[in-house]
């Protein structure tokens, strides 16, 4: 097996084991949109799990995502890299100490795209882990979940851009990932409180949260309405119709859907 085949086959395998939302529909893209989305994908997720992580410090946090940061604004340096990561390899996740994998295997009319993207959200995240992730309004929650998740709609339609001229609108991109991203916190809120973090604002009632989820999740079926081929549809129609039944489940007081739930509306969207 070629050293490109292998490193695909790689990404895969740890695609499916680090997300749940975009498995799914990226294994349904056609090639290179498939690669391209998948490696790209995995540079978000590289520098997420460093925000996330459970064990390192607020101050090695910052560092690693800052320096990250300052490495995605040139040609990527695998091997500083490597280093910066070096003293934290039993900790971290290989889709983070394997980020420079996932850049070699961004096509190269792209990948500075992705590099961007991935920068400036790596920086975002390092300022929201030095403000202890103190949310205090409406301004703060978009501010936060611009830098985890509105990112990933700018990455994605600079990729729709690339891949066929498909033009969409930023803002309403923006407010895809937001949606995404609100509904992660409305179903993560326990368990969130429980390490000490909550990303729901000062004074806001479940009610608030719901309302600031489903306007944005209305903005990215406004976004969707640009897209008019088929591989790209089907694959943003998955998270946002999964989203939505999430909402759906949680305001029926479940915890989230279930895999036959999950497995319908894919079924659904695939053959409509």
């Known amino acids: 097996m070629s050293e490109a085949k292998k490193l ?17 529909p990226i294994t349904m893209l056609k090639s290179p949109l498939k690669q391209t989305v998948g490696s790209a994908y995995l540079c978000m997720r590289a520098v997420d799990e460093i925000e996330d992580h459970e064990e390192l410090d607020s101050q090695t946090k910052q560092r690693l995502l800052r320096s990250t940061s300052d490495l995605l604004k040139r040609k990527f340096d695998n091997r500083a890299y490597r280093e910066l990561v070096r003293p934290y390899e039993s900790q971290l996740p290989e889709v983070t100490l394997r980020l420079g994998d996932w850049i070699n295997l961004c096509p190269e009319g792209i990948v500075e795209n992705v590099k961007e993207s991935t920068g400036i959200m790596a920086a975002g995240m390092g300022d929201w882990v030095e403000k202890g992730w103190n949310i205090r309004d409406k301004d703060d929650l978009d501010d936060y979940t611009y830098y985890v998740a509105g990112l990933v709609g700018v990455m994605l339609s600079d990729i729709w851009k690339w891949y066929d001229g498909t033009e969409t609108d930023r803002e309403l991109a923006i407010g895809y990932g937001r949606g995404l991203q609100a509904v992660n916190i409305l179903r993560n809120q326990d368990e969130d409180s429980e390490r000490g973090v909550n990303f729901v604002p ?23 309405k640009d897209i008019h081929t088929r591989t790209i549809m089907l694959f943003c129609r998955i998270p946002l119709a999964l989203a939505k039944r999430t909402v759906k489940a949680l305001k029926e007081g479940r915890e989230k859907i279930s895999r036959r739930e999950v497995e319908t509306i894919v079924e659904n969207i695939k053959n409509d």
């Open 202 to 224: 000062d004074g806001w009632t479940k009610d608030d949260m719901f309302s600031y989820t489903e306007q944005n999740l209305a903005q990215a079926d406004e976004y969707m």
């Open 8 to 24: 695909q086959k790689d990404a895969i395998h740890i695609l499916k084991q680090t997300s749940r939302t975009f498995y799914i």
